[in-house]
């Protein structure tokens, strides 16, 4: 080959080279563009799917297809009217004892049947979500009784020729005896539903001589739908008469063993209470347990009466007397409970609102229900006030079957829906042309209002979105039944739908926090401090050793830790808890004691042993754990009273839990001290000592250092713990705050073993930024006189502190994110507090846990979704910051 020829391949090899590299570079331009842009695109995705699940909370609600119509009972005046669940079937009950049953679609009267004869009705008691009805009587007497629906399914098949040309959603007539008639349905499913209204009323009791004008009972559990059984054991109820007595029965029932006949058995004991009051009460009410009558005037006035047992059976006792109209010279016209029969709404002539409940008065934060004294310890408090409507009467109230809703009417013609727990004001309308509201209804699915007005029905679809919760409800604390105060809350299941949905995100928020908090005290010190030694003082060969040992530990899945936490961990700790608390102490300081000593030894053989050093690690830490083991029993006789989950539990004194918070304060302060005073003094005075004097007086100085700290530690804790008491007050015991009683699954178990999950992370990251500092720096330091340890304090670490900080924020991000160790031994307990020895829940075990079994789009769902959004704010937020300061750092970095 000429060479012409070989200049010309050689150019075209180059050309092709050039090419080559060209289009590679396009191509991984390219491919990192295109997987930057998507990485930013799937994270704004993600953001964009949480914000679309979440928004819906926020939503007004709405009603459509409105339906009115003429009632055709005409001008008579029901006492009481309800429809059933699937808003195809009513009743209304005269005071004459006709039931009648009608279509809630067209008005359709479906038949009428007789509840009681020959009797005058002058009192009805309901019960919200319950078929039981109380009556009571001109002459006296009380009836028990039960209306509710009763739903059935026929297949398509075996449904009448007639219904078979019907449309899914479609309603007609349908009488299957000849004394029922009822509404048939299609649906969707394909199958037919019927709904029949049945009815049973018990034998009439005596109660009085006298019209009885007010009642009200304590219904059964329901057997199944809006059914309740008439043949239940014993049914609690409260009259007034006439006469002005009040009483309090107990029917039970009693069945002959042989002839199988059932007779009632009225135990009752009444109370005059014409001396407490001197004009006629207005209502009359029983709380769920049955021990607790209140009797409200049209003044506001409201009697408390408890019941008590004694020895010759049990009486009513005046509790208290409450004013529930305060500063207000309106009138009383409604007060009722709402669902669950422990809140009373109270309505007045002014257009107020507001919601009471039984509080324990001791435990309350405010000092004006504090001062009231009653025979209880209870007392009722005003807990909700609703938005008022001034000026506008309110004239009725109906709760929802199912929620803390409930349908206010007013003599205006306005109607309101409120959410009692959270206060809002869900919907406020008015009547077509302003006409009296009678009464206004939730239908029983919570998807309907019925409004009764003057001049007949109106029906519409009501779609309340989510009133359970709301910003302030999420994030703030909320006055929730049967607690003494607001408080911050995750409580999202229960046995039935009378307790209160509890969506309260900060306890989660907290579990988070809390758990990040004490992994990352555990495991960053760890991981760092490891990183440094094996980058900056171990040989090359022991490096190739430990840190594929330490990336090795990333593998362990999170379930495997998890579930050894709380199998194994969690009740290891739990037996030898004096143990592992003098470990945490015990352990560093025979590693410095070790390291101290290793200084001693003489140079040629420390030279010797150096490739080694690691190594005699091993036999430190086993006599650290030794030490610990012999000194645990001491150290919980001394200082914990003998006992250390009693000692959590208020047993003996204190100042050993402030010592415990300052061992780390008074350590670092000696540290100070070391660093501004006696280094200084020893540099100007030893610099004729020999190496072993120095490292004797370096072991000394270390003794006197860690002997100061404790000394330091248990003064400052011993005046924090009893100062107060020098001015009369109780000790201030740290017992309550970050230690507490011990419970089994505890951040202290799930710090210890989510360390081993972060560190790794942590560790490979620190160990690589350490890795890239140019050598040449340490080089310089070292040519300079500098020793190992400080070349890596003042220069490699903070040349590569950009790289820490972003190996201490990726491990944040992995704590924060982590579910299955915390899920198994977490206790998944939603506190606030931030007890070391006590459990949690976060926001990614809650979502592991809820998500699968949430009714879709239910508020339930969409609060997880919330959770959920929070989470991914919190990391992002995290992220951002880190970022900047590790900019910051890497800047800081360039000018060295």
Request: with cysteine; glycine share 8%; charged share 20%.
């Amino acid at each position: 080959m000429s060479q012409d020829e070989k200049s010309f391949s050689g150019r075209r090899r180059r050309m092709k080279t050039r090419w080559t590299v060209a289009a590679a570079d396009v191509l991984s331009e390219f491919v990192i563009t295109v997987g930057g842009i998507g990485t930013i695109v799937a994270v704004m995705a993600v953001f964009v799917v949480l914000v679309a699940r979440v928004a819906p909370l926020g939503l007004p609600a709405s009603i459509t297809g409105e339906v009115s119509r003429e009632t055709h009972w005409g001008s008579a005046k029901p006492v009481h009217l309800a429809v059933d669940e699937y808003r195809t079937i009513g009743w209304v009950l005269f005071d004459d004892g006709r039931l009648e049953s009608f279509r809630v679609d067209n008005g359709e009267k479906l038949g009428e049947t007789r509840l009681f004869q020959d009797k005058k009705l002058s009192a009805i008691s309901t019960s919200v979500g319950r078929g039981g009805l109380l009556l009571g009587f001109l002459d006296g007497t009380i009836q028990f009784a039960d209306v509710h629906f009763k739903t059935s399914f026929i297949d398509a098949v075996n449904a009448p020729e007639e219904f078979h040309g019907m449309k899914p959603g479609e309603l007609a007539t349908y009488k299957p005896s000849d004394d029922e008639t009822g509404v048939i349905e299609l649906t969707s499913q394909g199958q037919y539903r019927l709904q029949v209204l049945e009815s049973s009323a018990m034998e009439p009791l005596k109660v009085s001589d006298k019209a009885i004008l007010m009642l009200d009972h304590v219904p059964e559990a329901a057997s199944g739908g809006n059914s309740v059984s008439v043949s239940k054991d014993d049914r609690k109820y409260v009259s007034y008469s006439a006469d002005g007595k009040l009483r309090y029965g107990l029917v039970l029932e009693e069945e002959d063993f042989l002839s199988g006949d059932i007779t009632l058995k009225n135990d009752m004991i009444e109370l005059d209470i014409a001396e407490i009051q001197g004009e006629r009460p207005q209502f009359l009410l029983q709380t769920a347990r049955g021990n607790d009558i209140l009797l409200a005037w049209k003044s506001g006035q409201m009697v408390r009466f408890v019941r008590e047992n004694g020895e010759n059976g049990f009486r009513l006792a005046p509790a208290e007397k409450i004013d529930l109209l305060p500063d207000t010279d309106a009138e009383l016209t409604v007060c009722d409970f709402i669902l669950g029969r422990e809140t009373v709404f109270v309505g007045d002539s002014d257009g107020g609102a507001s919601g009471w409940f039984l509080v324990r008065a001791a435990e309350t934060d405010d000092p004006e229900i504090q001062a009231r004294k009653t025979s209880d310890g209870f007392t009722l408090a005003r807990v909700h006030v609703l938005q008022s409507a001034p000026g506008e009467k309110v004239v009725s109230m109906r709760a929802s079957e199912r929620s803390r809703m409930l349908a206010v009417g007013y003599e205006s013609g306005r109607f309101r829906v409120y959410q009692m727990t959270t206060e809002l004001l869900v919907l406020d309308r008015h009547l077509p042309g302003d006409v009296p509201v009678v009464s206004a209804m939730i239908t029983p699915k919570d998807d309907g209002l019925l409004v009764e007005s003057t001049k007949g029905l109106y029906l519409w679809n009501f779609d309340p979105r989510h009133p359970e919760i709301s910003v302030a409800a999420a994030i703030l604390p909320v006055w929730y039944e049967g607690y003494p105060k607001p408080r911050q809350i995750w409580q999202s299941s229960s046995a039935g739908v009378e307790p209160e949905m509890k969506l309260g995100l900060y306890p989660l928020i907290s579990g988070t926090l809390k758990a990040t908090f004490y992994s990352m005290l555990f495991g960053a010190p760890i991981a760092l401090l490891a990183a440094i030694y094996t980058s900056e003082f171990t040989t090359y060969k022991v490096r190739t050793v430990v840190k594929p040992t330490v990336e090795m530990m990333a593998s362990l899945p999170s379930v495997v830790l998890g579930f050894l936490a709380a199998i194994v961990f969690a009740p290891v700790v739990e037996s030898f808890l004096p143990f592992f608390l003098t470990t945490i102490v015990a352990v560093p300081l025979t590693f410095i004691t070790a390291a101290m000593l290793w200084q001693l030894m003489p140079r040629r053989i420390g030279l010797i042993l150096e490739e080694w050093r690691l190594w005699f690690m091993v036999p430190a830490l086993f006599l650290g754990l030794f030490i610990s083991y012999q000194l645990a029993p001491w150290v919980e006789h001394l200082a914990f009273d003998g006992n250390v989950k009693s000692w959590l539990d208020g047993k003996g004194n204190g100042v050993v839990g402030w010592v415990m918070l300052m061992i780390p304060l008074a350590g670092m302060l000696a540290f100070f001290v070391n660093g501004a005073f006696i280094n200084p003094y020893l540099r100007m005075h030893a610099i004729k000592w020999t190496r072993s004097q120095f490292a004797l007086m370096s072991l000394i100085k270390f003794a006197a250092l860690v002997l100061l700290a404790f000394l330091l530690a248990w003064g400052v804790s011993s005046l924090l713990y009893w100062l107060p008491t020098w001015f009369g007050g109780s000790p201030f015991d740290p017992r309550g705050t970050f230690v507490d009683s011990y419970a089994q699954r505890n951040s202290f178990v799930v710090g210890f073993v989510m360390g081993f999950a972060v560190i790794p992370i942590i560790y490979t990251i620190a160990d690589d930024a350490l890795a890239t500092v140019p050598k040449h720096l340490r080089s310089a330091s070292l040519g300079c006189g500098a020793t190992p340890w400080q070349t890596t304090v003042r220069v490699v670490i903070p040349t590569a502190m950009s790289g820490l900080f972003s190996a201490l924020m990726i491990g944040l991000g992995r704590v924060v994110g982590e579910t299955m160790i915390v899920l198994m031994a977490g206790g998944n307990t939603p506190v606030t507090d931030w007890n070391i020895f006590s459990g949690f829940r976060t926001l990614s075990a809650t979502i592991a846990i809820e998500l699968p079994e949430a009714v879709e789009n239910s508020t339930h769902f969409r609060m997880l979704f919330a959770a959920a959004l929070v989470l991914f704010v919190i990391t992002f937020l995290i992220n951002t910051a880190a970022e900047i300061v590790r900019l910051r750092f890497r800047k800081r970095a360039y000018q060295l």
